[in-house]
């Protein structure tokens, strides 16, 4: 029976329609297009063997590039065209052009031009007739042409803030391949620093590519991902809907995703689509898709194990509902409870049969007496001497019934799981896996009382409590979590696991990061992830070189370092050394972008003679970083400010101006810095101040209205006085005075709270402004009173930069999802 909603409809909805083929308008271009290649690799040969090349300066001192430029001067006009023309050995020639683009231009004709001349031209006047078909072939040629030109200047335009080493080694064009892979690291990474909005934005792009669309096994990681992201239960049904629907009725679902989504229906503390039809509804549809999967692989013992699973939490779930009810349908209840368990305890004794059971014919080695008698007495006729049996083995050869001693080793100190339980456990480390919490607590609690789903020893076992574990880290109740490993440690050689250590370590530090902690706050998480890194070897476990550890003790040195100001050089040597092993390990835009800001900040404790070195090495890790992610607007902001500080004036342009494309998600302490530095390079006037090189370095206005541009953004999302001090010095810089004035007045307010040091210096910037605008009496006055009011007591307020820093992360289960809703109906 197919599983249906309440108003009798589908609950798998029909595969989506299949993409129509390429026209002929679009075959004839991309074959085009392929064309275009062959010629410029030609051209690009032919401009080599002929000496048109052309060196290209791209360092100090005149350092060359390694690709020079080909065919940019010295080349006569149809030069290429008359080498072509000779049909040079090795090369492309012109006939060859056109039997390969041939195909293409037959299938247009006879597609879009039935009236066009059935073979070649005649050379007479009527081949004048089909002048317009040229014109109409010429179009789409110049098409192609035009795209793919666009496309390579859209590619070197997005390579000039790459790395180096990643210009010589990369291809001009990335493949499908690798934008998937980069997606695909790109999801992990947000995941990992607990941009759960980001990571769900990359995983949306990454399904949007051409090969994930219609592919089941992606659409149902990206369910997984919504489950554990923040139990976003409504979103991964959906998913897990459309990737089931896309496998054809022969090929059936795959049983992960059907476990998945019959799971996802029997978790009532979630919301589902089927709520409108109440509990039945969710169950009878869970119960259809299970069985009409284990009707088709009617030998796998897994189906059976999840139809005892949701048989168990229906008939839990009636027995409670019975207990509450005081009206005659408690009955009735009670009764459907009873039956259900039956059910359960039935699937589950199948679960646990033998495959002999269903496969197998006899239970043991057939013996048969009189045959074995009969060809030993033929072997005797035919000659053959009689084999003795084998003498019985010496009494002193059998091993003594009394317990040798010996030496015990460290797996017998722990207790291991019952292997009758291997299965059992299997499905509860399924469920962990799918992201959820309800249904693995319950086969670890209640099924174990009711139903003896696990033996003693399996439930007292090492591997159990880490599943309880992961059971509270999925729900945040990292309380629990702490009591389960308490629990742990206080068992004979269970402070000897390495993921025990890793995990409790994992969970100090996500309650931390929710509490939003200082550093002392992560000296726990800190303690166990350098216990699960010490006790490793390379030689016994992975661990050793586990990225996501390596990235975890160095983001906690890192904010110990940052709360320092950086004064301390071995603390900071330390986390830069487990940022570079864990990029070493697994290479992250986080972990390269962390070194280099490790390595800025150290920058100011640095002899003036070194300065510039120790910038331009945090500028190469940036350049890193960004190579990894180009779409990381605080990467970008690093960048600009090294460059700033470097005195390389159009590549800080260029950097702000591709930040700027993603200014929502650039950080506001980070914006407040780099708006600083921007503002700090563009007035000489205080350059005295901090030892600025005026002209190279340091020039009135350079960068004004940058400035200007960030403090907007900043005062667009809260009010804040040092952003709108800012906005008034740019404006300033700018000759603007009568707005600066006004900006400094307003930012006076914000300043008494935020930066009281700033006030004297403001209320001065905003009486010199007023009194460079002449015939203007009354705004001297308006700055006046203006101060007076800003010097008067003031009631305690927030500081609105410092609130919108510190602002909660999103819950992933309140996230919008347009881009999911137009990616299921593309």
Known sequence: RPAL??????????????????TVNEDLEKEAAVLIARLSFDFARW???SGYIESKIVGPGGELSPNPVLGKKGVARRAFLQWMEQDPEGGTSLKDLGNALRPAVVRLMRAENKNGPACGLSGNENDAKYTYLRDYISRHLFRALNSEVEKHRRLRAERIWRSPCANAQDAAVDSWQKQDATLKRLTVEYELVGDWQRAREVYEDWLALEANVENGQAWFSFARFLMRSGQNQLDAERVLRYAISLRTEDEGPDFQEVAFLASLLQTHRLPSSLDEGGRSARFQAAMAMMEAYADRNAF???PMHIIFLLLAVEAEALRQMAAADASEQALQLAEDSDRMTAEAAKYLELARASPKKWQGTLEATPSFPELTMLV?????????????????????????????????????LRS????????????????????????????????????GY???????????????????????????????????FQRRGGDRLPEAHALLGECRYRAARDANSSSAGYDSALAEFEAALCFMTEETSGFKEDPVLQLRVGSILHLKSEEQNFSDRMLAERAVKHYKKSAMAAPTAEAWKNIGLCRYRRVKYETTARKEKKLREAMQYFYEANALDRERPDTLAWLSICAVELGEVQRAKQGFRQLMQFEERLASPVALELAE???????ERRAAEWQGERGRLVQDGRYAKEAAMLSKVLLGRSESGPARCILAWSKFLQGEHGAAAGEFCAALTG?????PQMLEEAAYMARHCAALIPGEPQLSALVEEAIAIASEPQPEESSGLGDDADEAEPDAATMETPRLDDLLNA
Request: charged share 25%; glycine share 2%.
């Open 416 to 451: 291991a799981p019952d292997p009758d339980d291997a299965m059992a456990l299997q499905v509860i480390d399924l469920l962990l896996h799918f992201g959820l919490s309800d249904l693995p607590g319950f086969l670890l609690e209640e099924a174990v009382q009711a139903y």
């Open 677 to 683: 530095v921007l503002l700090r390079f563009s007035n």
């Open 454 to 488: 696990l033996s003693p020893a399996t439930v007292k076992s090492e591997r159990c409590q880490l599943q309880r574990v992961k059971v509270a880290m999925l729900t945040k109740d990292w309380n629990k979590a702490e009591q389960l490993f308490s629990d742990l």
């Open 300 to 302: 796998e013992p897994m």
């Open 751 to 755: 300043l008494l709270t935020e930066k």
């Open 5 to 22: 909603q309440p108003w009798g409809k589908a609950y798998i909805p029909p595969p989506p329609p299949k993409r129509p083929p390429p």
């Open 47 to 49: 401009c080599y063997d």
């Open 376 to 412: 030993a007495k033929e072997s005797l006729n035919r000659g053959r001497p009689e084999v003795p049996e084998a003498p019985e083995t010496p009494a002193a050869w059998l091993p003594s019934s009394e317990p040798t001693p010996s030496f015990v080793d460290a797996q017998s």
